[in-house]
């Protein structure tokens, strides 16, 4: 039977909770403000492309302006005068490429309250002014002149929280649309029905990345209804003009256009035909304001990419006009006409100080213009102050029974001092994930639910669901089930994850905890975590306070998961991480017996890193009797580094990672001891936490001196010992999980160790082996 023989499917979408609305123009009661108000905005943006030099994107700041013109001055309460009040809506910019038209109009707004209202200002500490748009894409090193007599912020290519009302860094594909909803979600937990919305802009090439369309089933399935996500679609990227299907023509890239694939996700979709229309953009904005159904809200604005720039579509994207260019003066005229002034043409050589001087000449002459017309920087300062006007009368508050972070950090824990239900007994059957789930669980309790856990649809299995004990089952649901503390984030999705959690963690009273196969997740979530940690260092770099932290569980870690195969039992995952971050950003933890959990986290915390990234197996281990072994206590891994044994020789043996800690502690130490071997163990549970001691102290604990002198044993790969071993010999006898030269096979744990050369008979062997070496010199590996 023929395609065309064939009886006509009868699929078709269920019905949705979101609604499909078309928006009406809203009537404006000062329609010339809007104009005037865009036409600076607009001639801000050349003008910082122009200067910078010839870099940043023009073409979608453009588009999107009156989208955010309208939100910052209209639709928007919050106090400019306090950035940091939780309770003021936000505005993300989850298209992080935009960053060029986030500057122009935070400055544009700055520069219109410093004119009608400075009483309104904040500290210049949070402010964007205009001496501060010379700093844009400069770095904090820049030398030229007016950059350092203004005091100008170095502005990042892509935003960051070092600019105020900025949440989150973004700018990585497809991570700011599920970061901001994470600040949703933090924010609608911290206050309940009174919860600040939560704007973020994105065009509709943002929307590809699949990290995206996780996020939005997330955001629909947990109700995020104090999220709006507005959709720049000009559909132009850096390669095409036609990126989504449209009426009867395919798309470039994607067969949906933005509302189509919003309805697929039970958003409700506000469609805007003409985003270039304030009346229309007001009124798409004014009823994504009066939905109250409990889902997430879209308004999808049709727009053109570089609108009146003289540049339109693709090439406006990241290009723009020529610096100096008869086109970039082109696009100044429709403000010259307005407000009877001429920018002065550059003429000579275009170094930087002259460029620079050239750049504030234009900078002062838009500043003047604003000074002398008078009107727009009045009506929009008045509507600045109108927006903190509204945000007083709602008087949000944060819920009495909401989360109390802070209780974590005021509460006497000690890494010696485990609460009862992860005080383990020796010979206790205990896996290492279990602790984790388990030491999760008492914080959550004592901090009412500040942490709030999710997984790749392994919950159970990599027990962070035991962190909801206490708490009511099932999923969280903004209306139908508030209490949970377990986050569905669009199944199997450890992107979304990743950068959903790090947001709710950046609006600081929460913990997110993510968690999946140390295979899948270090590697997926490596991009978020990079991006949270980069704002958390921004927002510190200005307000001075400690990171917030969010957790990345990499469960089911290293060899002993050997029945999954090589697919999923991936020594390379600790790789990605360990020392891979800024000092005192992020923090590994690595178990190698579950009485080491307690301490470790506890240490972590404490150390307050924006990323903390425990590694925990996934069978079940016997609790050791460590004072019948003569091992130290468990607190001693919360030094980071311990030694097992000590001699009066420098002949050094590492190890790391709960698979060969165990095997060696089983097989290997009770006869090193019997046989007297002269020989330093240690054991590296946290290189980071070590880094943070004083150098005394790490001195004392692991001189060295012995890593020229050691040989080192690890789960993972032959990279994560470098720090430990310092020797070509050291490391060329040196265990590791690809010694042999190939991923390894499937198998129970114990084979898996014995196919690497990693197991107790093996470890054995190669440490005799070493006691029997000629040591190395340490004075000709230093000359080395």
């Known amino acids: 039977m023929s395609a065309t023989e064939n009886p006509v499917s009868t699929v078709k979408l269920r019905a949705r909770r979101g609604q499909l609305l078309k928006a009406q ?91 009608a209202k400075p009483s309104l200002l904040p500290d210049a500490s949070r402010q964007i002014r205009f001496e501060d748009l010379l700093g844009f894409r400069r770095n904090p090193t820049e030398p030229t002149p007016l950059f350092r007599q203004y005091k100008a912020k170095a502005l990042d290519g892509h935003p960051t929280p070092a600019t105020p009302f900025i949440p989150i860094a973004t700018g990585a594909s497809g991570v700011g649309v599920p970061a901001a909803m994470g600040i949703a979600l933090a924010a609608l937990d911290s206050f309940g029905g009174q919860a600040p919305r939560i704007h973020a802009i994105e065009g509709e090439g943002g929307m590809t990345p699949g990290r995206v369309h996780e996020a939005l089933a997330s955001a629909a399935t947990m109700g995020i209804s104090n999220f709006t996500l507005h959709v720049d679609w000009n559909q132009a990227s850096i390669d095409s003009d036609h990126v989504c299907a449209e009426g009867d023509r395919p798309g470039d890239y994607v067969q949906w ?98 460029l620079e001087a050239a750049y504030w000449a234009c900078l002062a002459i838009i500043r003047k213009a604003l000074e002398s017309e008078g009107k727009t920087a009045r009506s929009a300062a008045q509507r600045i102050e109108d927006a903190g006007s509204l945000l007083k009368s709602q008087a949000r508050s944060l819920r009495a029974d909401g989360p109390d972070l802070k209780a974590l950090y005021e509460a006497p824990l000690s890494p010696a001092q485990p609460p009862a239900e992860v005080s383990y007994k020796p010979g206790q059957s205990v896996t290492i994930r279990q602790a984790m789930g388990a030491s999760l669980s008492h914080l959550n309790k004592l901090t009412k639910g500040a942490f709030i856990g999710c997984a790749a649809d392994l919950l159970d299995s990599t027990s962070v669901s035991v962190l909801n004990e206490g708490f009511p089952k099932g999923f969280f649901h903004s209306r139908n089930n508030p209490g949970s503390r377990l986050a569905s984030v669009g199944g199997i999705c450890e992107d979304a994850m990743g950068a959903m959690m790090g947001g709710l963690a950046a609006f600081g009273r929460h913990i997110g905890a993510t968690s999946s196969y140390a295979s899948f997740i270090a590697a997926l979530e490596h991009v978020p975590a990079r991006l949270h940690v980069i704002g958390q260092q921004a927002r510190r770099s200005v307000d001075g306070r400690p990171y917030r932290t969010f957790i990345i569980i990499n469960a089911h870690a290293g060899p002993k998961t050997g029945e999954d195969g090589p ?94 800690a165990i095997a060696f502690v089983r097989d290997a130490l009770p006869m090193i001891d019997r046989e007297g071997l002269d020989l330093n163990i240690f054991y590296v549970a946290s290189a980071e936490l070590f880094d943070l001691l004083p150098q005394k102290e790490r001195s004392a604990i692991f001189p060295e001196r012995l890593a020229t002198q050691a040989m080192g044993i690890t789960d993972f790969t032959l990279p994560t010992l470098w720090r430990w071993v310092r020797s070509d010999e050291g490391l060329r006898r040196s265990l590791h999980a690809f010694r042999t030269g190939h991923y390894l096979g499937s198998g129970q744990g114990d084979r898996v160790l014995a196919e690497a050369g990693i197991d107790g008979p093996s470890q054995l062997k190669a440490v005799r082996d070493w006691c029997k070496a000629k040591l190395p010199s340490p004075f000709a590996e230093a000359q080395r």
């Open 257 to 354: 256009d933005p509302a189509e694939l919003l309805h697929l996700h039970d958003w409700n979709v506000i469609e805007v035909p003409n985003g270039l229309d304030f009346a229309l953009v007001h009124g798409g904005q004014k009823l994504a304001a009066s939905i109250d159904n409990g889902q997430p809200t879209a308004v999808v604005y049709r727009t053109v990419k570089g609108w009146q720039y003289g540049i339109e579509g693709r090439k406006s994207h990241g290009a723009g006009h020529p610096c100096c260019s008869p086109g970039f003066y082109k696009a100044l005229e429709p403000f010259e006409q307005r407000f009877k002034v001429e920018f002065p043409r550059f003429e000579g050589d275009k170094t930087p100080e002259r």
């Open 567 to 660: 697919t999923h039992a991936d020594p390379q995952s600790l790789q990605l991480l360990q020392n891979n971050f800024p000092e005192g950003t992020a923090i590994t933890l690595v178990p190698w017996e579950p009485s080491e959990v307690w301490p470790l986290l506890i240490a972590g915390l404490a150390a307050r890193p924006a990323l903390l990234a425990p590694f925990v197996t996934r069978p079940p281990e016997t609790v050791p009797d460590r004072a019948a072994m003569r091992l130290p206590p468990a607190e001693a891994a919360a030094k980071g580094v311990y030694a097992l044994r000590r001699c009066k020789s420098d002949r050094t043996v590492v190890l790391q990672g709960s698979g060969v």
């Open 25 to 115: 123009k809203e009537p404006l009661a000062d329609p010339a403000f809007w104009e005037d108000l865009d036409l600076v905005y607009r001639t801000l943006v050349a003008t910082l492309f122009n200067f910078v030099p010839t870099s940043g994107h023009p073409g979608g700041s453009i588009s999107s302006g009156r989208i955010a013109q309208v939100l910052v001055f209209d639709a928007m309460a919050y106090d400019y005068r306090d950035p940091a009040d939780p309770a003021n809506d936000l505005l993300c910019y989850a298209a992080g490429h935009k960053a060029m038209g986030l500057y122009s109009l935070w400055g544009l707004r700055n520069e219109c309250v410093r004119i």
